[in-house]
């Protein structure tokens, strides 16, 4: 073999009506996508022992996102 190949992987996914291409997506909804596919192989993963679901009221705020460093 001569030499390796470079493979370029892209994903897509629906929105608005179309493919966007996911890095293309704005922050908010890539957020928010990376975190249900998150969700879905955390509790596929663990199930039956453990249920994973986004954090709401105080406890959101109080957990670390990701790019933006731990809060205070």
Known sequence: MAGK???TVKSYVHYRG???EFK???PEDRER???ELALKYFNTLF???ATFAVAEGKDRDRLPRPGRGVPE
């Open 24 to 26: 293309d997506l704005p």
């Open 18 to 20: 179309g493919l966007v």
């Open 5 to 7: 190949q470079k493979i």
């Open 33 to 35: 996508a990376a975190t």
């Open 47 to 49: 199930a039956g022992r």
